[in-house]
């Protein structure tokens, strides 16, 4: 290995950087980011944003956004765990902001995540406003993630590169099924033709095989890894069923005409989150060892909820007027 090689490795999957950003006047700004960043790039709340786009904003932008994330959840886990990269070794910073992860390094979830739900914003919203904190989330997110010391420069460099294949591939993807975006199954006939209990299958048959990743037996970052992956073909699932759901049903919806109603909405999705992800999550706790199919069956109900239940029962409020 020449100085070239050398040099290279330690810039891109080295200290020395993430060690450079440090000890300047713009520590007492960048110290505060990092840790909102950090959760700010959690699942919990991409959920929620995800939800308040999808119900309270604009439902095919919403789509879009869950389409990406559930992807992106998927490619960062099967990633992580087959290069099985780890983070920054003897690096202080992340102790002392109060912050840790369990899962390998590369790519960094959340620049590849940042780079897909907040694009999805910048190329489908008509705010200039949301556009500029897109912009700035994104460009923020590697700062953010290489400060706490959680990710070295080659870490975040792939999940920009990452971010960027997902997002594209699934505006490709949707530009290609524009249908998938519709309210309705024009001109079908699902009741006579069996052909929603069809698509329903497909989800399920393309995501369950995750239920059977390697989980057990390995490192515990492998583990997590894997578990991202599983949680990730589970929401994927339980939400594409909620959209066909939605389309048999012929639900469509625009934006929350006022407070009332955006607080409704809003209001339905937390208590649903609230039972299904946090008190039910408590239950399959207790009555089950932590299990590939208990994981991916926890996050299809969720998003399923998300997805169909939660418009659904706004539609039967009042006559649906917090979903007109």
């Given at each position: 290995m020449n100085w070239t090689t050398i040099s290279v490795n330690e810039t891109m999957f080295g200290n020395s950087v993430l060690e450079a950003m440090?000890?300047?006047?713009?520590?007492?700004?960048?110290?505060?980011?990092?840790?909102?960043?950090?959760?700010?790039?959690?699942?919990?709340?991409?959920?929620?944003?995800?939800s308040f786009i999808y119900l309270g904003?604009?439902?095919?932008?919403?789509?879009?956004?869950?389409?990406?994330?559930?992807?992106?959840?998927?490619?960062?886990?099967s990633c992580k765990a087959i290069f099985q990269s780890s983070r920054p070794l003897g690096l202080p910073f992340a102790q002392e902001l109060?912050?840790?992860?369990?899962?390998?390094?590369?790519?960094?979830?959340?620049?590849?995540?940042?780079?897909?739900?907040?694009?999805?914003?910048?190329?489908?919203?008509?705010?200039n406003f949301v556009k500029w904190i897109g912009v700035f989330c994104i460009f923020f997110m590697p700062i953010a993630r290489m400060y706490a010391g959680l990710h070295y420069l080659g870490d975040v460099v792939g999940g920009l590169f990452i971010g960027v294949l997902v997002l594209f591939g699934t505006e490709l993807f949707l530009k290609v099924h524009p249908e998938v975006l519709e309210s309705d199954f024009s001109g079908v006939e699902l009741r006579?033709?069996?052909?929603?209990?069809?698509?329903?299958?497909?989800?399920?048959?393309?995501?369950?095989?995750?239920?059977?990743?390697?989980?057990e037996g390995g490192a515990r970052e492998a583990l997590h890894s894997w578990e991202q992956v599983v949680s990730s073909s589970g929401a994927l699932a339980g939400f594409g069923i909620g959209i066909l759901s939605n389309r048999a049903r012929g639900l469509d919806w625009g934006p929350a005409k006022d407070r009332i109603s955006w607080?409704?909405?809003?209001?339905?999705?937390?208590?649903?989150?609230?039972?299904?992800?946090?008190?039910?999550?408590?239950i399959f706790a207790s009555l089950f060892?932590?299990?590939?199919?208990?994981?991916?069956?926890?996050?299809g109900i969720?998003?399923?909820?998300?997805?169909?239940l939660s418009p659904l029962l706004l539609k039967r409020m009042r006559g649906g007027i917090y979903l007109l």
């Open positions: 440090h000890g300047t006047f713009l520590d007492s700004l960048l110290g505060p980011l990092s840790v909102l960043f950090h959760y700010l790039g959690s699942t919990a709340f991409f959920m929620a944003l995800v904003v604009d439902r095919k932008v919403g789509i879009r956004m869950a389409l990406g994330l559930m992807l992106a959840g998927i490619l960062n886990g109060g912050i840790s992860e369990s899962s390998y390094g590369f790519p960094s979830g959340h620049v590849q995540t940042a780079v897909v739900l907040y694009g999805i914003l910048f190329l489908h919203l008509k705010s006579s033709s069996g052909r929603l209990k069809s698509y329903r299958l497909l989800w399920i048959v393309l995501t369950i095989p995750s239920v059977l990743l390697p989980g607080t409704v909405r809003m209001g339905m999705v937390a208590i649903g989150i609230l039972i299904l992800y946090v008190l039910l999550g408590r060892p932590e299990n590939p199919v208990a994981r991916y069956l926890r996050y969720v998003c399923y909820y998300i997805g169909h």
